[in-house]
């Protein structure tokens, strides 16, 4: 096993769920309560990660960051190097690539906080962030939980996006299926296998824990809304 | 940001981000995969810098390398990409030389009931063969000196649909290595390794049917000095001896 690269990934995965904690909520409280007439529209690009081929978010974003368009240039021009073939550039791909993980599951418990709780805070004079803070999000919390698990497994299994963006350097950019791409091709089978089985343990861990948390809601009051 | 800090704390104690005084960073053709592990342990024994490798086709590297790739060293598997990467600005002046040329080989799994040795390209067109790997030519040297020798001998237009094409070489003998293809035309550098010679048996093709696969040592730009002595190292004695022993002339 390739500690480097897993060290590499969790790294990667921890960073992009952190991100998406960040910039996730907000915009799964606004497709779970907003009444805008486009909100679908809103939810189909969140939701596009789902159905695009890696190769096409890749190449999307190696052309976006790259040096030749006005993003790449500026933020070059900030931090002083590129985006492409760094950790960095790899987070930023990821945080879209994994964006209905998080946005879903949350989104779908946001909709189950009952409506007539919401308001009752409201007539009684607290804050739309109190509300949110005190009333919708202790309500939610497995889905909060169900967003941040999903967002960072879907980013350890990240294979294509990764390839394209990060041009598999080792330490940086070489995450664990990169890793076993690479031992495939270099016949180290017995490699590969030892990491691809980690790797399985791994996500059947991971969908055991949201599905085991959705039961338990599911039994009591609130259902965890998963929409796949 | 105490998450961030627990954690780099318990990445660090796994021994998983080990700190190096001098990296050198190395893509290198994937036809090397076996023999530039050998290299790399020598030359990090003798100097105590740390090589960390990319493998991978040689045009992909190369389109990598132009989009800006930070790597120090590239070890492409045809001098055109030294060329090409020298109009891009990319390599030092006068910075590459030739460090062996390539062959390559027929290469069948040891149960297959073909008889290489004397079949040579016609093997090829032996009825038990449903898929043929080679690598992408697009993209891989070895793919299209694979395509020129089977042109060569008029074998190409009657295989055609049969090929199946790997990423890069290493790949187009990983199919036929688990045998998944049936035959393949591959790197001797590869057939030269311990696990493909215990899979299989390989016929060399004669150099005379293809280009000449030229491979170019690439100092790039902005190199450090460690990146330069790495680039050297590849026409040391140790390792011009490991690559004459993967078949490289």
Known sequence: ?228 | MNFRAALWFALTFLGAIPAHAAEIRVAAASDLNFAIKEIIAGFEKKTGHTVSLTPGSSGNLSNQIVQGAPFQVFLAAGREYAQQLEKAGRTEPGSVFIYGTGRIVVWTPRNSPIDIDKLGMESLLHPSVKTIAIANPEHAPYGRAAVAAMEKTNVYARVKSKIVLGESVSQAAQFVQSGAADIGVIALSLASSDPMKQAGRYWLIPASMHPPLEQAAILLKGSSSAARSFHEWMRSPEAVAILKRYGFQ
Do not use: C
């Not at chain 1, 994994?98 to 418990?109: L, N, R």
């Not at chain 1, 390839?163 to 791409?181: C, E, F, H, Q």
């Open chain 1, 1 to 228: 096993m390739n500690w480097e690269a897993i060290a590499t990934s969790l790294k990667l995965a921890s960073a992009t769920s952190a991100v998406l904690m960040i910039v996730g909520l907000p915009l799964s409280y606004w497709v779970a309560y907003s009444q805008r007439r486009w909100k679908f529209l809103v939810e189909a690009v969140v939701a596009l990660p789902l159905v695009l081929p890696p190769t096409v978010l890749g190449f999307y974003m190696l052309v976006l960051m790259g040096p030749r368009s006005p993003l790449g240039r500026g933020y070059e021009f900030m931090v002083g190097r590129g985006l492409p073939f760094t950790f960095e550039g790899l987070v930023v791909a990821s945080t879209l690539y994994s964006m209905p993980f998080t946005v879903q599951p949350i989104a779908a418990a946001f909709r189950t906080v009952d409506r007539k709780l919401i308001e009752a805070a409201w007539t009684l004079g607290v804050s739309s962030w109190d509300t949110f803070l005190r009333v919708i999000v202790p309500q939610s919390w497995t889905g909060l939980l169900a967003g941040f698990i999903l967002s960072f497994a879907h980013t350890i299994g990240e294979f294509g996006v990764v390839l394209m963006v990060g041009g598999n350097i080792p330490g940086r950019t070489r995450t664990v299926s990169i890793d076993i791409y690479d031992e495939v091709q270099s016949l180290n089978y017995a490699s590969a296998a030892a990491t691809s089985l980690g790797l399985l343990i791994f996500s059947f861990l991971v969908l055991s824990l949201v599905y085991g948390f959705g039961r338990r809601r599911q039994a009591g009051r609130f259902s965890i809304g998963f929409r796949n």
